[in-house]
Each structure stands twice: as structure tokens, then as C-alpha cells.
């Protein structure tokens, strides 16, 4: 006799990943876009800001210990993760803006930022702009504007040519990848001098082999009154992820000083 086995899928539930947690995933609305945050552990705020076209989930390997120490407030920038856009132009001045807004949602003032590339760029922004919100900031591959003397020719040259491949099947220049996309190539266009009015004490990372030059991450530094500079020998753009207990030492040291 053949017995068939039947298995009931619907009992079977995939266990929850950082940037897709329905237990404590939430939305804010706010500047006519809704954004989607995760909340882990208790202290201090600590927010994270991802990359361009990236989401919470990049910051897999900081979340566990960073919120044993802290309660880190992970967020989806607008038009990216699970954060809705709209045909607002996209600048870091304006996603600068839409933290600022989300911080005062949650009534926050005074909180730690940790910004991985174009989240280094927003918490930049973020600090000059509303200085209130930030305690203190770590920063890890961050520019201030682009061109072949804070990146290197060869990403400008690729993220060109993956514009152009866009452009040739036909993606619209509304489409949200293809905005953030050229965004990297436009901005930011931040003056190094303004950067004297960050009063909050920030951490300046970036690999050897980053794709932002070190010269441009050392100016950063210099133009901040209160900063420390640190290159994480060996490493690249992606040091979060590839040196995850380097990189999270070298945040949590910066913190808790």
C-alpha cells in the first residue's frame, strides 16, 4: 500500500530577517511618504542609516550587538527597502529633512547616528542641519561631493556606464533605481567648510581600498572640530560587512568614550 503524506504549509512560517521583522517592523508617515523602521534592544538610540539602494537588511552584521548596548532604531530610506517615494526629486538634503521629521515623530533629540555611505552623507547633513538630534556620529565611506578627487575614476566610470544600460532598455528616468542611481553621480554638494558647524563628536571611517579616496575621508575629519579619523587597513566600502567585529569594536569604542 502506497501512503501519501501530506504536508500543511500554511503552519510553516519563515523566520522573521532584519529589514522584513513583522513582530516589531513600523511604519512613519511623514513629508507625504510612509517610512519603515525596526526597533532592537534598549539605552541610548542609536539610528542606522543604510547605503544607496540598499535597506535595513545591510546592517545584518551590527544589529545583535550593537542592541545589546543600545536601542538601535534601523531605517529604510525613502524610495528604498520597504519605505515608500514619491516623484519628489531625491537629495540628501531631502532625506536629511525626512530623518530629521522621523526623529521628532518618536520624540528623539540627542541620538546616536551611524551612517554607512550615502547614510554617512544624510547623517552629515543631518548634524549640520538640525544639531539637536545628534549626540554623537560615526560615519563609514562618506562623501561630500563627487568627482575623481574623492572617488575613485573607476566607480564614476561604472556607475555611468550602468546609467547608460538604463537608458538603453528604456528605464524611465522616473523609475526609482535609475533616480538613485544618478544621484550618486550629482550629489552631495557639501562646501568641507561647512562641515565646522557639526558640533556633535563623529567618528570618520573608511577601508584602504574604499572607493571614496582617503585623502577626501581624511578632509571629512579635518573640517570637523571634534572627529576621529580611522582606516581599516585591508578593508574596502563594504567593511561592515566583511570585517564586521573590526568595524563594530571600532563604533562601540567611539560611543561609549
Not at 80 to 85: C, H, L, R
Not at 113 to 133: E, T
Not at 146 to 175: F, H, Y
Amino acid at each position: 500500500m502506497i501512503q501519501s503524506l501530506f504536508i500543511d504549509n500554511s503552519a510553516v512560517q519563515s523566520a522573521p530577517t532584519l529589514g522584513n521583522n513583522p513582530t516589531v517592523g513600523k511604519y512613519a508617515e511623514l513629508n507625504g511618504i510612509k517610512l519603515y523602521y525596526e526597533i532592537y534592544g534598549e539605552g541610548e538610540p542609536l539610528l542606522l542609516l543604510h547605503g544607496n539602494n540598499s535597506s535595513i537588511a545591510s546592517f545584518e552584521n551590527q544589529v545583535e550587538i550593537l542592541s545589546k548596548k543600545y536601542k538601535v532604531i534601523a531605517l529604510d530610506s525613502r524610495g528604498q527597502g520597504k519605505s515608500t517615494g514619491d516623484s519628489t526629486k531625491i537629495t540628501y538634503e531631502l532625506m536629511a529633512k525626512d530623518v530629521n521629521e522621523f526623529l521628532q515623530q518618536l520624540q528623539l533629540k540627542n541620538v546616536n547616528i551611524l551612517g554607512w555611505s550615502d547614510g554617512g552623507n544624510i547623517a552629515l547633513i543631518v548634524a549640520m542641519q538640525y544639531p539637536d538630534k545628534v549626540k554623537k556620529m560615526a560615519v563609514m565611506g562618506t562623501v561630500l561631493f563627487n568627482n575623481d578627487s574623492s572617488v575613485t575614476p573607476e566607480t564614476n566610470k561604472l556607475i555611468r556606464q550602468q546609467v547608460k544600460e538604463m537608458k538603453d532598455k528604456g528605464i524611465a528616468e522616473s523609475n526609482m533605481d535609475y533616480r538613485l542611481k544618478t544621484l550618486l553621480l550629482t550629489e552631495p554638494n557639501i562646501n568641507p567648510d561647512s562641515l565646522k558647524k557639526i558640533q556633535a563628536p563623529t567618528l570618520v571611517m573608511a577601508g584602504q581600498y574604499d572607493v571614496v579616496k582617503e585623502k577626501h575621508s581624511k578632509l571629512i575629519a579635518e573640517k570637523i572640530q571634534n572627529s576621529k579619523f580611522l582606516i581599516f587597513k585591508g578593508a574596502d566600502h563594504e567593511a561592515p560587512k566583511k570585517i564586521p567585529q573590526l568595524f563594530n569594536r571600532a563604533v562601540l569604542d567611539f560611543l561609549e568614550k
